[in-house]
């Protein structure tokens, strides 16, 4: 299970409620990833650190905006 002081901190961050300082800005970076994967050596995962202590990355054109459409369309009904 978290540790709840952790879990506080890391909905603080995602929310931008607290902003990193330049020191804590500096060691993040931005990077592809395959794992080895041939399919993802063709068209690799785009991945940003936005902390890394808790480790929160964000991961960019992952689906395009009409299969985002559909998935938010379909669980309408169950939201």
């Given at each position: 299970m978290f540790d709840l002081s952790e879990r506080r901190l890391y909905e603080l961050l995602c929310?931008?409620?607290?902003?990193?300082?330049?020191a804590q800005l500096a060691p993040l970076r931005c990077r592809y990833i395959n794992n080895n994967s041939a399919f993802l050596?063709?068209?690799?995962?785009?991945?940003?650190?936005?902390?890394?202590?808790?480790y929160i990355v964000?991961?960019?054109?992952?689906m395009?905006?009409?299969?985002?459409?559909?998935?938010?369309?379909?669980?309408k009904p169950r939201v």
């Open positions: 929310r931008g409620d607290i902003k990193p300082s330049p050596k063709i068209a690799p995962l785009k991945i940003e650190e936005a902390n890394l202590n808790p964000v991961f960019h054109d992952i395009y905006d009409s299969e985002i459409e559909l998935i938010k369309k379909l669980a």
